[in-house]
């Protein structure tokens, strides 16, 4: 099992920043990714970034070039970065780790942290 604690969430005005930080525990040798999705009111869950176990990181178009995901290993925690943040940012962010167990792939989610961002 993996657990994942989020922190970091909160309310900002338009062009602030926040950072989110993502804990994980338990099997951490099993994760194969971790990263953030997000989910706004009446709209379904997407991908914000990842970032895989050998460093590649991926983001959204939405979010390139204002967010930035980042690693701890010694701390087992990922980071997101978000600059420049704007009303459509709004939404719950979700951490999320996809793990490799007894041979399935298993995904991970944290209870969620809400940002909002004010215009």
């Known amino acids: 099992q993996v657990q994942l604690v989020e922190s970091g969430g909160g309310l900002v005005q338009a062009g602030g920043s926040l950072r989110l930080s993502c804990a994980a525990s338990?099997?951490?040798?099993?994760?194969?990714?971790m990263g953030w999705y997000r989910q706004a009111p009446g709209k379904q869950r997407e991908l914000v970034a990842f970032?895989?176990?050998?460093?590649?990181?991926n983001y959204a178009d939405s979010v390139k070039g204002r967010f930035t995901l980042a690693r701890d290993n010694a701390k087992n925690t990922v980071y997101l970065q978000m600059n420049s943040l704007r009303p459509e940012d709004t939404a719950a962010y979700y951490c999320?780790?996809?793990?490799?167990?007894?041979?399935?792939?298993?995904?991970?989610w944290g209870q969620g942290t809400q940002v909002t961002v004010s215009s």
């Open positions: 999320n780790a996809a793990a490799l167990i007894g041979g399935s792939r298993i995904s991970y």
């Open positions: 970032i895989t176990s050998g460093g590649d990181t």
């Open positions: 338990g099997i951490i040798s099993r994760i194969n990714a």
